[in-house]
């Protein structure tokens, strides 16, 4: 199974990268021989067509990276050193494991449960079944994307990571004891920079900004603040910028049956626009700092 495709790198003209982590729908055979739930059931934990939603940013002169892999599989954005211990046989030693909020409530880099909280396998998972998925899925996505980075960086004096996104328009919170706590619905937006730390704050309030134009209510930071990703490749010190950006699903999808509905094509257009206004800002910054 591939782990990625890159769609646009050859045309790259600008100082962004765009990155589609949760949108892929590869699930090993293995891994259902293994689950306890169907495929529908693990779609549910999809960004789904995410990948298609920001479809414009090769057209605007920026690499698209997507994952092709189910979340539910490996979760890319998650260390990966958040392991949950117990989830296989023998149980791993925790010394080096970073056991996370996320980790106990089941949601680490080889998730235990889907989203809402369903249990994924009938029994623990093997070594070499977590080797293999770090190794094959995992590994190659960051590397592709560190590399990514680092040549445009070195192109345009600056990276501009758009980590791309969508949330349940209920979103659920979880307990310590992994039990479902709480519903609430959400905003259309949800930007996240790690509270400021991630991205330069004039790209941020861009953002903000041109969504609040579109007619999207925008919160920042709440509930979603960036994970793995923005936190690792955002280092404003060094020109390196990360954006987490959450689409309501609602908005362009039906989130019982997976289909599209007549909101796709319109949320595209909103992308495609406030997509091509901010890399044109930021692009014309960038030359004229050379």
């Known amino acids: ?4 495709e890159i769609i646009g790198a050859s045309d790259q003209n600008s100082p962004f990268v765009f990155a589609s982590p949760h949108s892929g729908e590869g699930i090993p055979p293995s891994m259902m021989e293994k689950s306890r739930l169907s495929r529908d059931d693990l779609r549910r934990a999809e960004d789904c067509y995410v990948d298609e939603l920001y479809q414009c940013a090769p057209s605007l002169g920026a690499p698209l990276l997507k994952a092709l892999c189910s979340r539910t599989c490996v979760d890319l954005n998650r260390s990966a050193m958040e392991l949950d211990p117990k989830m296989f046989m023998p149980v791993l030693k925790t010394r080096g494991l970073k056991v996370s909020e996320k980790v106990k409530v089941g949601l680490g880099v080889i998730p235990s449960i889907v989203a809402v909280g369903q249990p994924i396998y009938r029994a623990p998972l093997s070594h070499d079944e977590c080797d293999w998925r770090m190794s094959q899925i995992y590994a190659p996505y960051h590397n592709a ?22 949330m349940p328009s209920v979103v659920p919170t979880y ?20 509270f400021g730390t991630t991205a330069n704050a004039s790209i941020v ?32 010190a060094n020109n390196y910028h990360a954006v987490q950006i959450e689409i309501c699903r609602s908005l362009y999808m039906d989130e019982r049956s997976f289909e599209k509905t007549n909101g796709f094509a319109k949320m ?17 910054l960038a030359q004229a700092a050379e």
């Open 145 to 166: 994307l560190a590399r990514l980075l680092e040549t445009t960086r070195q192109t345009y004096g600056k990276a501009i990571l758009i980590d791309c996104h969508s």
């Open 175 to 194: 307990k310590k004891s992994r039990s479902l706590n709480t519903l609430k619905t959400g905003p259309d937006i949800v930007i996240g920079d790690r």
């Open 1 to 4: 199974m591939n782990a990625f």
């Open 205 to 236: 309030h861009q953002l903000v900004e041109l969504f609040q134009q579109a007619g999207l209510s925008v919160a920042m930071n709440k509930p979603y603040a960036g994970g793995w990703c923005t936190r690792r490749y955002g280092n404003p």
């Open 268 to 284: 595209q257009e909103t992308l495609r626009a406030v997509m091509q206004r901010l890399v044109n800002d930021q692009t014309g």
